[in-house]
């Protein structure tokens, strides 16, 4: 074995040192952001680089150990993207190639798509909470919403009887409901009484986007949807695998919470 040193002279406690140190740190300052958007999808993640590059401390709860939601992936395990016109212009404007396959559709390799958003995101200044899932929400006065409560994603794994780990709570000034057609957000507000849904529809991709961009927004106070949520609110048609309402609706709730914070 050599001697000869290539790395620096650091070992594995100083390792578990910087991970626990600055996980911690990051953590504690997020405690209270601005904005807390629920859910890595495309359409979170758009929000969060737009928020971000304003100067909004935002932050993004994931369940899960990836981003991207089904943007890396496509439809049907084949990881090609298709964004209808007008979304192409996101496309260009986060550096993604692509091709105009039909007139006025474009096809984008997944995983390079949701690299380049994950990227902008995270330049942005967005930060992240991965393997963490939304359990509940912080209501304040006339029940406005003020915050969630998470937990590790791993609890949810775990025999009844020893569930008992307790969640903690993050508070905000603004929620995003990004979960897609499970809406967690506004399915817990709606377990309590505060707001009903619909259900999404079937598929019918030529409208669907444009039903979505329209109806995103503010559908409780304290929570702003977006994207296949905004379906399973007010009962609009499924899209399938086309992205382009995901990111023009990611930016269109942007504006509405930069709105909202002013």
């Given at each position: 074995m050599s001697d000869k040193k290539i790395f620096a002279?650091?070992?594995?406690?100083?390792?578990?040192?910087?991970?626990?140190?600055e996980f911690?740190?990051?953590?504690?300052?997020?405690?209270?952001?601005?904005?807390?958007?629920?859910?890595?999808?495309?359409?979170?993640?758009?929000?969060?680089?737009?928020?971000?590059?304003?100067?909004?401390?935002?932050?993004?709860?994931?369940?899960?150990?990836?981003?991207?939601?089904?943007?890396?992936?496509?439809?049907?395990?084949?990881?090609?993207?298709?964004?209808r016109a007008p979304g192409q212009e996101v496309l260009t404007e986060l550096g993604i190639p692509f091709n105009e396959v039909y007139e006025g559709l474009f096809v984008a390799d997944g995983p390079h798509a949701c690299s380049k958003l994950i990227a902008a995101a995270c330049d942005a200044g967005v930060k992240f909470a991965n393997m963490t899932v939304f359990d509940d929400v912080v209501l304040r006065e006339n029940n406005r919403v003020a915050g969630v409560v998470i937990n590790w994603t791993p609890v949810q794994a775990l025999p009844r009887e020893i569930t008992c780990v307790?969640?903690?709570?993050?508070?905000?000034?603004?929620?995003?409901?990004?979960?897609?057609?499970?809406?967690?957000?506004?399915?817990?507000?709606?377990?309590?009484?505060?707001?009903?849904?619909?259900?999404?529809?079937?598929?019918?991709?030529?409208r669907s986007e444009d039903l979505v961009v329209e109806h995103t927004g503010e559908a409780y106070p304290g929570v702003i949807v977006m994207?296949?949520?905004?379906?399973?609110?007010?009962?609009?048609?499924?899209?399938?695998?086309?992205?382009?309402?995901m990111l023009l609706s990611g930016k269109r709730g942007a504006e509405i919470a930069l709105e909202k914070l002013k």
């Open positions: 002279n650091v070992g594995e406690k100083e390792v578990t040192r910087a991970i626990v140190g911690l740190k990051q953590f504690s300052d997020y405690a209270e952001s601005d904005v807390i958007i629920i859910g890595a999808g495309p359409s979170g993640l758009m929000a969060g680089k737009e928020l971000a590059s304003k100067g909004v401390k935002t932050l993004i709860v994931e369940r899960n150990n990836y981003l991207g939601g089904g943007f890396w992936i496509g439809g049907y395990l084949m990881n090609k993207v298709t964004v307790d969640p903690v709570a993050l508070e905000c000034k603004l929620v995003i409901d990004a979960t897609g057609h499970d809406a967690f957000v506004i399915k817990r507000l709606e377990s309590r009484g505060l707001i009903k849904t619909v259900g999404y529809g079937a598929m019918w991709v030529t994207g296949m949520a905004v379906s399973t609110i007010y009962g609009l048609p499924r899209m399938g695998p086309t992205f382009g309402a």
